[in-house]
């Protein structure tokens, strides 16, 4: 099995909804995303590639156009801006374009990540 991945950035606001009052992330704030899509493949193509990350410049466009500098609670309603949730969502926009995704990263901050992987 081979596994590769590409990471790409975005930045965006939201608040989460269903946290106690006091919590922090319960006001509108932002973070310095980064997305990491995750492919593999048993086999390699003629190139010696799972895919070539060239043609992964499809996701740059969909999140620079969908995701960047917006307020994510817009884009995610109803359902709440978690990390989880937004990895699902762009697990569930990429697999049609992408055979080889098997899952998708979103980092908040450099210390957490969620990972969606069906
Ligand atoms: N499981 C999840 N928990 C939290 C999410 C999430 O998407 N999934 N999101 C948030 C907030 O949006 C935000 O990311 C705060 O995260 P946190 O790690 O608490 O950030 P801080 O920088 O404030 O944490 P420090 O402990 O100061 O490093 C909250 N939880
Ligand atoms: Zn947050």
Excluded: W
């Excluded at 704030?29 to 799972?50: C, E, I, R, S, W």
């Amino acid at each position: 099995m081979y596994k590769i991945s590409k990471e790409f950035a975005f930045s965006a606001a939201h608040s989460l909804f269903g946290l106690p009052e006091e919590h922090p992330c319960s006001r509108l704030h932002g973070h310095n995303y980064v997305v990491t899509v995750h492919l593999k493949a048993d086999k390699l193509n003629p190139q010696g590639f799972v895919r070539d990350y060239n043609e992964l410049s499809f996701v740059k466009d969909y999140i620079d156009k969908n995701l960047d500098h917006r307020n994510l609670n817009d884009i995610m309603a109803p359902l709440n801006s978690s990390a989880e949730n937004i990895a699902k969502m762009l697990f569930e926009a990429f697999k049609p374009k992408l055979p080889e995704l098997y899952a998708v990263e979103v980092s908040e901050t450099p210390k957490t990540s969620a990972i969606y992987e069906p």
